[in-house]
């Protein structure tokens, strides 16, 4: 039993500990504390910086006479009345915990720690699939590659504010939608499989968010017919395209390997339709993609963004295959778009299997890119 004195729930983290196995209790737990102490430290620091900052600016109240035409997002407007005043643009608001946000922000609610935080180009999640946490996973499990509600949230909030229009025309089972719908964002969503988007709608009242208009059908089509599109968006523009297409034709070819594990020998395409961007060979999966983009460039506003989740397939004898790098290229052939930058999900939930073992390397691949593209004007 682990002795020392800890802010830690010791006990609970030495039992599953002992689950898994492990003999060195003592020492796992010093390490964690280790860790823990240290991001302490580190806040520690950071708030000393910001509660000077405070102390040195000048109340909200002298020098603004109301907060009616600042558009002000929620969180800030709740404790406007200890804000206060920091640097010479009078743009930064600051409050006593040291959180701040900049007024003139034109791209998002978020404070300057949870900007930051989002900027870093490599981070690792774990999320549950079971229970209320796991964002109604048992209803959107029927799709093979579901995206994690809270996840596309984050990326939504960083890309947008509230009410502005996030499209996803590969929706599957909505983890872009679901994703707006906790942030109190707008959607609208397209796929090819109807019984993906019952599956959505049954998630969102699950939930209890709001449901989005969604169309069943051909993305390239509906992207094309100039009428559907106005319908669909209501003449509005959409500030986030946040897609997450099928990989050239991974998902329609058998499996090998550990893949038979997971998925069994069979090939599991998303559909058996041949527009299904799954189903297409790479260069035409290629073409089809920017062909999409091109299509959907116009309904963007200026400024707006364009973030695309990829995985690259594993290299063999003849191609490299990083898609990413691939798709970057040919999506920035594109005049007023610019490829801005990327971040790295790493899925800890993931599974990992024995694939080259015990003959040479093969990447368990737990890690996806999440592109960004920007429109220009
Ligand atoms: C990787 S999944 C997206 C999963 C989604 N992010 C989620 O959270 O469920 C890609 C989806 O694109 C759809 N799809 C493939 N080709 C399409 C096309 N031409 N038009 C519309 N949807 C398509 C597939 O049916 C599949 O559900």
Redesign the pocket.
């Known amino acids: 039993m682990a002795t020392k004195k800890s802010f830690l729930d010791l006990e609970k983290i030495e039992s599953e500990l002992l689950k898994y196995g492990v003999e060195d209790v003592d020492s796992e737990i010093g390490k964690i504390e280790k860790q823990i102490k240290s991001t302490l430290n580190s806040y520690k620091e950071k708030n000393k910086i910001a509660r000077e900052q405070y102390k040195n600016a000048i109340p909200f109240s002298e020098i603004y006479d109301s907060i009616d035409k600042l558009n002000l997002p929620d969180w800030v407007q709740k404790k406007i009345n200890s804000a206060r005043i920091f640097g010479r643009s009078k743009q930064m608001i600051i409050f006593p915990d040291g959180e701040k946000y900049q007024i003139n922000n034109p791209l998002n609610n978020l404070s300057g720690g949870d900007w930051l935080n989002f900027t870093t180009s490599v981070f690792s999640t774990f999320y549950t699939t079971k229970g209320k946490d796991s964002y109604a996973h048992k209803i ?1 499990k029927i ?1 093979p ?3 994690p509600p809270q996840l596309m949230r984050e990326i939504i909030e960083f890309f947008t504010k509230e009410n502005e229009i996030i499209f996803d ?8 939608l679901l994703g707006a719908g906790l942030s109190k964002r707008k959607a609208i969503g ?4 109807e019984k ?1 988007i019952k599956a959505y709608k049954n998630a969102a009242k699950e939930i209890g968010v709001d449901i989005f208009p969604t169309k069943c059908g ?3 089509e509906i992207l094309n017919n100039e009428k559907e599109m106005k319908s669909l968006l209501n003449n509005k523009k959409i500030s986030l395209v946040l897609i ?3 990989y050239a034709n991974m998902m329609s070819k058998e499996k090998t390997g550990g893949d038979i594990v997971v998925y069994g020998n069979k090939a599991t395409p ?2 058996n339709d041949e ?4 189903n297409l060979n790479q260069t035409a999966f290629f073409d089809s993609l920017k062909q999409s983009v091109k299509l959907v460039l116009p309904y963007i506003k200026k400024h707006g963004y364009i973030v695309i989740f990829i995985k690259d397939l594993q290299p063999n004898k003849k191609e490299l295959n990083l898609l990413h790098a691939d798709i970057i290229k040919k999506i920035n052939e594109i005049p007023n778009l610019n490829y801005k930058g990327l971040r790295i999900w790493a899925d800890r939930s993931a599974k990992l299997f024995p694939y080259g073992y015990p003959f040479s390397f093969v990447a368990n691949q737990i890690h996806q890119y999440i592109l960004v593209f920007r429109k220009e004007k």
């Not at 025309?169 to 872009?176: A, D, T």
């Not at 397209?190 to 499989?193: C, E, K, T």
């Not at 527009?275 to 799954?278: K, M, P």
């Open positions: 959107r799709h590659s579901p995206k025309y590969f929706m599957g089972v909505g983890g872009s397209i796929d090819l499989n993906f051909d993305c390239l997450d297409p099928p998303f559909t527009r299904d961007f799954g």
